[in-house]
């Protein structure tokens, strides 16, 4: 599967950014999708996984309450809403997928490009 995410850009600490990853692949709905993300010198950090189906979602404790992931298993494409975005969110996010949902990055197989998302203080 090929992943291409967009939604990126700059944002004022408060505001809302909607993240998109679409995929090609007409076995989308078989990958839990999941959002990492790396901020310069750091680590990469999972953020949010989404089940196939679209049932089960899982989110850093950080980002509860604040992202909501989803997707559209008709158009191909998982969304990252990010609500009350904090000067700590700045960072590369990168969508990914594999069978099974892991909070180390190492274990998924496919990965997009990244989309930088930065918000000012």
């Known amino acids: 599967v090929q992943l291409q995410a967009s939604g990126g850009g700059l944002v004022q600490a408060g505001g809302s950014l909607r993240l998109s990853c679409a995929a090609s692949?007409?076995?989308?709905?078989?990958?839990?999708i999941g959002w990492f993300r790396q901020a310069p010198g750091k680590e990469r950090e999972f953020v949010a996984a989404?089940?196939?189906?679209?049932?089960?979602?899982n989110y850093v404790d950080s980002v509860k309450g604040r992202f909501t992931i989803s997707r559209n298993n008709a158009n191909n494409t998982v969304y990252l809403q990010m609500n009350s975005l904090k000067f700590e969110d700045t960072a590369v996010y990168y969508c990914?997928?594999?069978?099974?949902?892991?909070?180390?990055?190492?274990?998924?197989?496919?990965w997009g490009q990244g989309t930088q998302v930065t918000v000012s203080s």
């Open positions: 692949g007409r076995t989308f709905s078989s990958y839990v």
């Open positions: 989404i089940s196939g189906s679209g049932g089960n979602t």
């Open positions: 990914v997928a594999d069978i099974r949902a892991s909070f180390d990055p190492d274990t998924w197989g496919y």
